[in-house]
């Protein structure tokens, strides 16, 4: 004797449950993928095209005023067993005497992550020597970006790639 076990039939009903069921996870998952990429999205570099276009010729001036100056500027950037980094600059004119009298602001930018950036204030703490300290900055590749200003007339822009272990 042999028992038969019954088979189930596939019907229209089955078909369209399977159906709905794994269109239901896809449009789930790219939902979930969506709104994970939106809520990790860096950001854009400038928020108007437009508005940074007309400040171009600015930016221009700007730079070739500072190319005549001549000025020598060099950045020693320290790291401390904490964790912490210390940014040293020193400002020289071109006939080799030390700037004095500038107001130095230093940004660490993650070249990937704008959220990731971190200013530093640098003092004058020598004749031509601007120091700062930022605490806890990670390791790996970031944009040095040093500005120095005179009576708010910005003087000196640099922007150079770093690697910190």
Known sequence: M????????????HVLLMLVA?????????VTMMKLAIATL?????DSAYSASLGYE?????????????WEVGAHIERLADGAAVLQV?????????VTGLKFEGRFERPTDKRADLAVTLEEVG??????????IAPGQW?????????GRRM??????????
């Open 156 to 165: 000196f822009l640099s922007k150079n790639r770093v690697v910190l272990n």
């Open 42 to 46: 860096p950001g854009t570099e400038v």
């Open 90 to 98: 020193e400002a020289r004119d071109n006939a080799g005497r030390p």
């Open 2 to 13: 042999s028992t038969r076990v019954p088979s189930r039939q596939l019907t229209g009903v």
């Open 22 to 30: 794994f269109f239901g996870i896809v449009i789930a998952v790219n």
């Open 143 to 151: 944009d040095l970006v040093l500005e120095g200003d005179a009576k």
């Open 127 to 136: 004749i031509g020597i601007y120091r700062g300290q930022i605490e806890a």
């Open 58 to 70: 600015k930016e221009i001036a700007a730079a070739r005023d500072q190319d005549g100056r001549k």
